[in-house]
């Protein structure tokens, strides 16, 4: 008598696991939740494992009822037949399932492929086991259904169990300390154990059907595994995100700190500057002498230029922070470099007495990059150096060729630069912070040594956006170096045709269509054009400036200045209005912009409206008087 009440308990205790692995896979795909790849793989392999475990039930039990009931000789053959066909195959499975446990690190594709090696010879057996009916190789059924073991059922059947039960125990001792937690490598070897072990005492004692039982125990037991390193993942993922939101909120402190410094410190040196403007106005509003009048101004003049450089500044590192700085690469000669230095930098040398010493050594005539942002680095810590070396100090600009980047296959060429002084250097403490916006160290040369704090932050930032390095060496009293490695492309040399230079000659008798609608830069702009002989029209908004270009003769003005911000109808939208009417001059009239919009996206706008070029604001009259002569002489 074969006895199925522990192949039920077996089936329940399997379906009630199948029903709740199945649950958690669904809510697990609802709600895409980004998983733990060791925790997902065991999840998915031992719910493939219950699959096979419960259609390994299902054929145990109906060929226990054959064994008991059955009378027809073809259903009891073909269930012992299936019977046979399974025997091996749990093993088989929780092979590949110590396989996946072992090689949690592996990709899907090699753990399948892994997998399907190992279930070769079960293929192989379940092919041969399933002739049997016909050759009688395993079992064989006289015409009275008495049941008899074939030739092969004990060495290839029970065999093959063992097969499976023994490369599973080797796989789990050879890789034991790759099973985690350890609670699966017990979980792993209690399995085979007891397959090797109770398939002996199942042929021994036929009529018991002990194995299933055994098996939803340690099912069971599975199930506590993964239910455990569920929780495990739960809490790692609660601390991971815990400390996540610590560091958020300690960047969120952080911007706030670095927000408050920011207005405190734009407030004193927006302030400073404004101060002296206001101050000095005020007195020289009251002053009679001339020489003291120009002194005045001349003290506006460079406190306007600070203040003008500070919002230069603060709108390059605003477009480096958002990814909105772009450069512009053409061919730069080594002579046009060396004049824009020595033009810029050596009359503030000359100002404090400083040796300054100027080396091109790396052997480079013509390079091709941003010309604009390649100054602007040497620019700013030259004049850095400049500024915080005493008078009679030296200071030193090299270059020299360096060997290019293995990994190069542009052709690009490297040159390390260097710029030292001998002044009064950095401490340690303030060089790890010396890149950080608005950082400054007190000087002993006092506060007219004194920046904006944003000089170091932008060369750093345009280093890296040409894919450089910038190393510094300083130390209190002794000076500093900055080091500085490009790799850049060699270029053609320009011809050395002189460019043309436009005189503001040919300003005289032009006519101007100033499109403005602030009356301060209006009476700016309109005093700055008729000191040049301009004769000046003002259009207070875009609607006006269209109405005024419609109703003038064809061919009447020279140039257009356009505002672009501006009430009724902005300088756009004007622009276009112009552009598109039915007269010759329409489309040939040259339009400039005059417009504080520094951005290079509101640039490209205002371009793409139809304006010829864009001049920002604050206006600087010889620009602005050289532009408007080079569309005049077109």
Known sequence: MWHVETDFFALAVFLIMFIKEFGMRRIRKQRQETRDEARDLQSESFFFVLVFSIISALVDIA??????????????????????ITMPMLAAIWVGYAYVLIHQDYSLRKLLRGIGIMMIPYAIYAIVALSNPFTGLFFELSESIEYERGILFMPVGVGSIMLYSGIG?????????????????????????????????????????????????????????????????????IREKNDELAIVAKKAEAAAEAKSEFLSRMSHDIRTPTNVIIGVTHLAKKENDLETIREYLNKIDISSNFLLGLINDILDLSKIENGEMTLHEAPFTCEEFKDSILTV????????????????????????????????????????????????????????????????EDGKVGIRMYVRDNGIGM???????????????????GDHARGTGLGLPIVKSLVEAMDGTIEVKSALGKGTEFKIELYVELAEAPSKKREDIYETDALRGAHILL????????????????????????????????????????????????????????????????????????????????????????????????????????????????????????
């Open 345 to 408: 930098i050596k009359p503030l040398m000359d100002e404090k007495d400083i040796n300054f010493i100027f080396q091109m050594n790396c052997g480079v005539k013509c390079i091709k990059v941003d010309r604009l942002r390649f100054s602007q680095i040497f620019f700013n810590l030259l004049s850095n150096a400049a500024k915080f070396t005493p008078a009679g100090g030296t200071i030193e600009f090299v270059s020299e060729r360096i060997k290019p980047k293995e990994t190069d």
């Open 63 to 84: 060929s226990s009822i054959a064994m008991n009931d059955v009378t027809n000789w073809w259903v009891y053959q073909i269930l012992m037949t299936i019977y046979v």
């Open 169 to 237: 125990l080797l796989l789990v001792l050879f890789y034991w300390k790759k099973i985690t937690p350890r609670f699966n490598a017990l979980l792993l070897t209690t399995f085979f154990g007891l397959t090797a072990i109770l398939t002996w005492v199942q042929l021994a004692h036929p009529g018991w059907l002990i194995i299933d039982a055994s098996y939803a125990v340690v099912y069971v037991w599975c199930d506590i595994s993964i239910e455990d390193q569920r929780l495990r993942t739960l809490y790692r993922k």
């Open 515 to 634: 499109v403005e609608d602030n009356e301060l830069n209006i009476y700016v702009a309109k005093t700055i054009l008729e000191e040049n002989s301009c004769l000046v029209y003002v259009a207070n908004n875009g609607q006006e400036a269209v109405a005024k270009f419609a109703e003038s003769r064809e061919g009447f003005y020279d140039v257009i200045l356009m505002d672009v911000n501006m009430p009724v109808m902005n300088g756009m939208e004007a622009t276009k209005h112009i552009r598109a009417m039915a007269r010759k001059d329409a489309a040939t009239v040259p339009i400039i912009a005059m417009t504080a919009d520094a951005f290079d996206k509101e640039k490209e706008l205002i371009l793409n409206s139809g304006m010829d070029c864009h001049l920002p604001k604050p206006i600087n009259p010889p620009v602005m008087c050289q532009t408007i002569a080079k569309y005049i002489k077109k």
């Open 427 to 445: 401490s340690e403490e303030f060089q790890t912070h010396m890149y950080d916006a608005f950082s400054q160290e007190a000087s002993e040369l």
